[in-house]
């Protein structure tokens, strides 16, 4: 079994910064893809960014792309979400996940099989 822990997040202004970290603990001998992925209310789950096991591979969704930046602990499976440039439609519950076995990094939610507790995000305009 994995567990993931989350950190971070809260309230900022539209133009803000805010961080999100999450922690992996576990069946964890490896670094495996992770990615964040968020849910505003009435919306389905947007994978946002997403990080390859050993950091060097990225994907970014259109709509943060260039204002959030993911990275992680070299090959530990502990990685951030720094958020920049924040917009009011950047509010929702934030998730981490893993991919269990997985190197390369998806931006599907049928790869992971671990998920964070999640972390509300709101932004104020």
């Known amino acids: ?9 809260g309230m900022a202004q ?3 910064s805010l961080k999100l970290s999450c922690a992996a603990s576990g069946r964890t001998d490896e670094g495996y893809a ?8 009435g919306k389905e789950r947007e994978y946002i960014a997403t990080i390859s096991g050993s950091g060097a591979v990225k994907e970014y969704a259109d709509s943060v ?3 959030f930046a993911t990275s992680r ?3 530990k499976n502990k990685i951030d979400l720094q958020m920049t440039h924040l917009k009011p439609e950047d ?3 934030y998730y981490c996940a893993l991919a269990h076995g997985r190197i ?3 931006m599907r939610a049928t790869a992971y099989q671990y ?4 972390t509300q995000v709101t932004v104020s305009s």
Do not use: I
């Not at 992770?34 to 209310?41: D, E, F, H, Y």
């Open 91 to 93: 509010t929702g519950v």
């Open 104 to 106: 390369l990094p998806a």
């Open 14 to 16: 539209a133009g803000g």
């Open 34 to 41: 992770m990615a964040w992925s968020r849910q505003a209310p």
């Open 65 to 67: 792309k260039g204002r």
């Open 73 to 75: 602990d070299g090959a």
């Open 115 to 118: 998920w964070g507790q999640g």
């Open 1 to 9: 079994q994995v567990q993931l822990v989350q950190s971070g997040g």
